[in-house]
Each structure stands twice: as structure tokens, then as C-alpha cells.
């Protein structure tokens, strides 16, 4: 079985996915970049590459799909210039593709909503992360054509020490993500203002921290620390003994944070607009708020504030349950099958 595999550029979760695909189907990866400028690059570079691998311009990309017979191609970022490019050209060719979507979809409004539907529809398939996650594109293109899989950045053996390592409350809140608007970091620094006696850290902003100091200095929030990346063992310490993990995200397709997060049974406050809170928080749960909202995620903050020891621990002991489903062994597995499942489909 011969698949092409379409993404932005390599950083480590995928690296390690596209290595273990690469063991199970003759598989051929272009990035559109080397690497991401907002990212730490050490970071990126830390899992090696296994897998065949190509870096390619749109033009060089276009012609090679139009050049090359492929039995399947994956189009990893379908909402991106060349991702775009290249399923208007399968289109025309009538070659199977399909496209992923790492949790849920958002299809914009008004003309721009238009042109994505149009674009979106007519896959062979949709790989979509999460068992709850992408109701709004299963309204587009129907449950047919839909395959789920168990989206994380953890092995298997990530996920058994992650569990015996455990979490044990600590004093501050932590918060990880990039500072940029659609994860939100402006609505928990407004919501914490109202939170003086709570401590958060901030880690990710990477490049962009100063940028975030500056907000936290106008909002006048004294109770915020800002940690601009942390390596993963480090991070992992931060998991392990933070009083809880939060995500205010408006809008994210997924968030493998709460993976990281779930896996050491770190208690995990997320918005709704988080796609991952679907799979690993229940919808009346206290602890998913609405997005943009800063009254509604110091409630949130405050209802686990009164949670009781007990009432901490059995969350954190289902968090770990759910996130032992959750691992780059199954998305693997699953990816195959559907691989399978779209090209009998063909055959029939």
C-alpha cells in the first residue's frame, strides 16, 4: 500500500507517528517546512527521522502528485495553501485522497464558510481526532466516509509511566500553549486578576513572552509567572505538581496538552472550544466552560477551588483511565484501517 502523507513541518509527536506508520505501509511524507518559527528548535529536533521524507515547495508538490501514482494521499493540512493546492489537483485527477482533521472543524462564515465546504467535500474519507470531536464537518459529509482515531503525542510506554508517576496537588495553576488569540491566554489572564490568592504558571509563549508580560503588567495580574518553553522532562515535573491544568482556548481542533495533562491524572480545566474536552471531560462538567468568557472560567477555577481531596483524586484517576485509549500505537492502527477500509471500498 503505497500512501503520501501531506503536513506543515516535523516536530516530535508527528515525527514518531509518521516513523510507526512508515512500519506498517509504503509511506512518503512531504513537509511544507522545515520547521516552525515558533517553536523551540531543540525541541523539534528531538526525535530522529525514520520515515522517507521530502521537503517541497507547492510547484514541486503539485507536479509530483500529478507525476506519481500513489494508492492514497493524506492531506494533513487541508485548510493551508498548499494543502488547498493539492486537493483541488487531486480533484481534477480523480485520485483518492483523504483528509484529517485533528479533533474538530471550524468552516468559518459567509463566503470564506463557502469556499471550505466546497473544498472539504468529496474526500474519500475524513480521518478525524476523538470519539466526540467534528460534529460540524459530519454535517457537511455525513458519517459514511468518517474514521475516527485515539489522537496523542505519548507512546504506550509514555503512558504506563506517566501513570505510576501519578500527580500529587501543588500550589500553582499551570497553563501551556503559544500566545496567540485562539488559545485564549487573554481570558484566563483577565479571569485570574479576580483570583489574587492563586498562583498560575505560563509556559510556551516561547518567543512571544514579552509580548505576554506586557498584557500581565496592564491587567495587573502579580499572581502570574511566565515561563517562556520548558524541555519535556521538565515539563512533565510542572504535570505532576501543579494544582491543575488549564486550557482557555476560543477555538482548537484538539489540544494535546490535556493528553499530557491526563495521562499523569493532572485535573484538567478546558474550555468547551477545546476539541480534546469533549473526549476527556464530560459536557455538564463544571470544569468546561464556555470560551471567551473570563466571568465564567473563574467560575470554573473556583467550583474545583471547593472540590474536596477525594473528589480531586477520583477525577484524576478516571483522567488516567481515559488516556491509556489514547496512544501513537493506536492512531497508527487506526490510520491502516481505515487506509484499508477506503481502497476495498474501491475494489468493490
Request: hydrophobic share 40%; glycine share 8%.
Amino acid at each position: 500500500m503505497r500512501v503520501v502523507y501531506l503536513t506543515n513541518y516535523p516536530v516530535p509527536y508527528r515525527v514518531e507517528f509518521l516513523n510507526q506508520l512508515s512500519e506498517k505501509c509504503d509511506l512518503t511524507v512531504f513537509y511544507q517546512n522545515a520547521q516552525s518559527a515558533e517553536r523551540d528548535q531543540d525541541w523539534q529536533k528531538s526525535v530522529d527521522i525514520s520515515h522517507k521524507c521530502f521537503l517541497l515547495g507547492t510547484s514541486g508538490l503539485l507536479k509530483h502528485l500529478a507525476s506519481h501514482n500513489y494508492d492514497l494521499v493524506v492531506v494533513g493540512c487541508y485548510n493551508e495553501w498548499s494543502g488547498i493546492q493539492s486537493i483541488l489537483l487531486l480533484k481534477a485527477l480523480r485520485k483518492k485522497y483523504l483528509i484529517n482533521v485533528d479533533g474538530e472543524f471550524f468552516d468559518g462564515r459567509g463566503l470564506k464558510k463557502m469556499l471550505r465546504n466546497c473544498l472539504v467535500k468529496g474526500a474519500s474519507g475524513y480521518l478525524i481526532a476523538g470519539e466526540n470531536t467534528g460534529n460540524e464537518l459530519i454535517k457537511l459529509v455525513g458519517t459514511r466516509h468518517i474514521y475516527r482515531y485515539h489522537f496523542s503525542s505519548l507512546t504506550k510506554d509514555e503512558l504506563r509511566r506517566n501513570a505510576r508517576r501519578g500527580w500529587r496537588e501543588g500550589d500553582a495553576f499551570l497553563c501551556v500553549g503559544q500566545f496567540a488569540d485562539y488559545k485564549g491566554l487573554d481570558v484566563l489572564i483577565d479571569a485570574m486578576v479576580g483570583l489574587p490568592g492563586y498562583k498560575l504558571t505560563m509556559v510556551g509563549a516561547a518567543d512571544k513572552a514579552d509580548s505576554l508580560l506586557d498584557y500581565i503588567r496592564k491587567r495587573g495580574a502579580s499572581n502570574i509567572d511566565v515561563v517562556p518553553f520548558l524541555k519535556k522532562n521538565d515539563l512533565n515535573k510542572l504535570y505532576c505538581g501543579c494544582r491543575a491544568l488549564i486550557l482557555p482556548s476560543r477555538q482548537e481542533c484538539w489540544g494535546l496538552v490535556v493528553n499530557e495533562a491526563a495521562s499523569f491524572g493532572t485535573p484538567i480545566i478546558a474550555t468547551s472550544g477545546v476539541g480534546a474536552a469533549a473526549d476527556f471531560l464530560d459536557s455538564s462538567s463544571p470544569l468546561r466552560p464556555n470560551p471567551c468568557d473570563p466571568l465564567a472560567l473563574r467560575e470554573a477555577i473556583a467550583a474545583y477551588l471547593q472540590m474536596t481531596a477525594e473528589e480531586k483524586m477520583l477525577i484524576s484517576r478516571e483522567l488516567v483511565k481515559r488516556s491509556s485509549s489514547y496512544s501513537i500505537e493506536r492512531t497508527v492502527e487506526e490510520h491502516i484501517e481505515a487506509f484499508q477500509h477506503v481502497l476495498r471500498e474501491e475494489q468493490a
